[in-house]
Nanobody
Framework: QVQLVESGGGLAQAGGSLTLSCTAS????????MGWFRQAPGKQRELVAT????????????RYGEAVKGRFTISRDIPKNTVYLQMNTLKPEDTAVYYC???????????WGQGTRVTVSS
């Protein structure tokens, strides 16, 4: 059972930045696609950013949700088993609980972190 632990959420002002971290309990980046998703109050969970499985720090195909393109960046540190989400030019509509995800559909595995709350004030 893979465990994902997010950190880095908190309160930020509009236009500011935050960096979220997601640390996995084992080495999984060559096996699992990693992603960040978010859920705002009263809304469905939506894709923020994903990166396909790859054993290198710079490899993998990255995809962003339309709402965050050009503002957010997903990256990973292989030795640290950690995926990051750098969030710049934050907007109040970025307020949500952000979840880290590790998935491998072929293996039927799908893991979620506990979520970290981000609140952006105007």
């Amino acid at each position: 059972q893979v465990q994902l632990v997010e950190s880095g959420g908190g309160l930020a002002q509009a236009g500011g930045s935050l960096t979220l971290s997601c640390t996995a309990s084992e080495t999984i980046f060559s096996v699992y696609n990693m992603g960040w998703f978010r859920q705002a109050p009263g809304k469905q969970r939506e894709l923020v950013a994903t990166i396909t499985k790859d054993g290198t720090t710079t490899g993998g195909i990255i995809r962003y949700g339309e709402a965050v393109k050009g503002r957010f960046t997903i990256s990973r540190d292989i030795p640290k088993n950690t995926v990051y989400l750098q969030m710049n030019t934050l907007k109040p509509e970025d307020t949500a609980v952000y979840y880290c995800n590790a998935a491998n559909r072929r293996l039927g595995r799908d893991y979620w972190g506990q979520g970290t709350r981000v609140t952006v004030s105007s």
